[in-house]
């Protein structure tokens, strides 16, 4: 039980005994000689008070010493008190919500058995399906996204200034040279692109941060394409530039230790998007490309060929521009992967910024629709390498409007895909998908492009009642 536990017991127990006796906070305030704020603060968790106040307190309410400052609680309080020790209740950002621990606490103690067994009801679903406090943590910054509509104006500016302080912005793109250069100068680093270890836990990493006061190393896994290398040295930057303090040491991380991880983490990445793929250029390429009354993969594809950017890289960008700066706040971001000869389809990234349910893990071992044009693209992949093709010197690109079947809405999704460079016989699409409304019909003229397919699409094939469906993996 660490400080911050104490005081919330202490305010559940002197809540539940001042209105056992039926006292409002005015009543004990006047039998203690403590203010009613002050005895607020106490009953929200907030403070603990001094042994003089406590024996106040234990005076007042004519109760023993010994059992206010004790850690037992009464049967019916224990239910709480089980929360309140939980490490979802420790870990998670309440505060990026506005709220304190001890406000939601304060919702369940007015009847404590039934909001117990509610949350434990949660924690043991989390238990059986194997749900981790850090799935939490990831939640609540998704979460956070959806608040902000994934744009964070503060970290745009951040990265225009270092573009400008550094005579980026006269360059079509920003490679890894130059902020390798400046991550070395400026900040002492030694950057190595050395091969990381052939250990299974190391493999697949992208980099590995040694933390050193005199010289801080990055080694860069010389496997990455580029601008997956420009990222990794950019994101770096931004840990120094935000100065954010607690973070990942691995790329991607190997393990997860508190919020302020995961945020820090985010807003680092964040920033070297914004680096690598400046607003306001993308924004004016858009607007040209949204223009047109037909869809074109050669245009975009040249939107993209701009920057030094992965086609995860641009599609995540264009999640955080497209809200901001054209109003279409309606969409997702997707990111699977498939092994080639494989049945299945791994959803690895997820941002749902729409009301709609999208592919998502919905269900132990279920099978994504395989119609949504990322899952066409991996399958022609796949196709193509066992035939023995090698792959296509730049990234496939498919458009589709995604119709659900129930309830009715529309989508435009654009899918691109790609072999992994770390991982072996892998294949990964991304995909953005806008939500066919009013809005989007005013910002982007080739939405009814009758030339850009429609085809139903369901969540998984589990729970989908299409009837002879080619794609379908499982029965309904």
Do not use: C
């Given at each position: 039980m660490n400080p911050e536990n104490l005081r919330y017991i202490l305010g559940?127990?002197?809540?539940?005994?001042?209105?056992?006796?039926g006292y409002g906070l005015k009543e004990l305030s006047a039998l203690t000689g403590l203010s009613i704020s002050y005895l607020s603060e106490i009953e929200k968790g907030r403070k603990y008070p001094k042994p003089d106040k406590i024996l106040q307190l234990a005076e007042g309410l004519g109760v023993p010493f010994d059992d206010l400052v004790s850690l037992k609680v009464d049967e019916d309080l224990d239910p709480v008190k089980a929360i309140v020790s939980s490490n979802f209740i420790q870990g998670f950002p309440f505060q990026l919500f506005g709220l304190q621990p001890?406000?939601?606490?304060?919702?369940?103690?007015?009847?404590?058995?039934?909001?117990?067994?509610?949350?434990?009801?949660?924690?043991?679903?989390?238990?059986?399906?194997?749900?981790?406090?850090?799935?939490?943590?990831?939640?609540?910054?998704?979460?956070?996204?959806?608040?902000?509509?994934?744009?964070?104006?503060?970290?745009?500016?951040?990265?225009?200034?270092?573009?400008?302080?550094?005579?980026?912005?006269?360059?079509?793109?920003?490679?890894?040279?130059?902020?390798?250069?400046?991550?070395?100068?400026?900040?002492?680093?030694?950057?190595?692109?050395?091969?990381?270890?052939?250990?299974?836990?190391?493999?697949?990493?992208?980099?590995?941060?040694?933390?050193?006061?005199?010289?801080?190393?990055?080694?860069?896994?010389?496997?990455?394409?580029?601008?997956?290398?420009?990222?990794?040295?950019?994101?770096?930057?931004?840990?120094?530039?935000?100065?954010?303090k607690e973070r990942s040491f691995t790329s991607s991380a190997l393990r997860v230790t508190s919020f302020d991880q995961v945020i820090?983490?985010?807003?680092?990445?964040?920033?070297?998007?914004?680096?690598?793929?400046?607003?306001?250029?993308?924004?004016?390429?858009?607007?040209?490309?949204?223009?047109?009354?037909?869809?074109?993969?050669?245009?975009?594809?040249?939107?993209?060929?701009?920057?030094?950017?992965?086609?995860?890289?641009?599609?995540?960008?264009?999640?955080?521009?497209?809200?901001?700066?054209?109003?279409l706040k309606e969409l997702f971001f997707l990111r699977f992967n498939h092994g080639v000869g494989g049945a299945r389809y791994l959803l690895t990234k997820i941002l749902n910024l729409s009301q709609m349910p999208i592919p998502h893990g919905i269900g132990l071992n279920e099978h994504h629709c395989r119609r949504w044009p990322g899952a066409e693209l991996l399958r022609e992949m796949d196709a193509a390498a066992v035939d023995g093709q090698p792959p296509e010197p730049s990234p496939s690109v498919a458009v589709q409007r995604s119709r659900f079947l129930h309830p009715d809405a529309e989508f435009l999704v654009v899918s691109m895909s790609r072999p992994l460079v770390l991982s072996a016989d892998t294949n990964a699409s991304v995909s953005l998908g806008i939500a066919i409304d009013d809005e989007s019909r005013r910002q982007i003229a080739f939405v009814g492009d009758p030339a850009v397919p429609t085809r139903e699409v369901n969540l998984t094939c589990e729970r989908c009642p299409l009837k002879d469906c080619a794609e379908r993996a499982a029965d309904p």
């Open positions: 559940l127990k002197l809540r539940k005994l001042r209105q056992e006796r001890a406000d939601v606490l304060g919702l369940v103690t007015e009847v404590p058995n039934k909001a117990g067994a509610l949350v434990r009801t949660f924690l043991d679903i989390a238990r059986t399906y194997d749900v981790r406090v850090e799935h939490f943590l990831f939640a609540a910054l998704r979460s956070y996204q959806q608040m902000h509509s994934n744009h964070f104006e503060e970290l745009e500016r951040a990265a225009a200034a270092m573009m400008a302080e550094n005579d980026w912005n006269d360059a079509p793109t920003v490679t890894a040279a130059p902020i390798k250069a400046l991550l070395e100068s400026r900040f002492g680093y030694r950057v190595t692109f050395d091969p990381l270890p052939e250990h299974p836990s190391l493999h697949a990493l992208r980099a590995i941060h040694l933390e050193d006061r005199r010289r801080p190393t990055l080694i860069v896994n010389p496997r990455l394409l580029p601008a997956q290398q420009a990222f990794v040295l950019a994101r770096e930057l931004g840990y120094r530039v935000l100065d954010l820090n983490d985010f807003k680092a990445a964040y920033f070297a998007g914004a680096l690598l793929i400046p607003q306001a250029g993308l924004s004016e390429a858009l607007r040209a490309f949204f223009a047109r009354t037909t869809w074109s993969s050669a245009a975009f594809h040249a939107i993209m060929a701009r920057y030094n950017a992965t086609p995860e890289m641009f599609f995540y960008r264009l999640s955080q521009l497209l809200p901001h700066r054209f109003g």
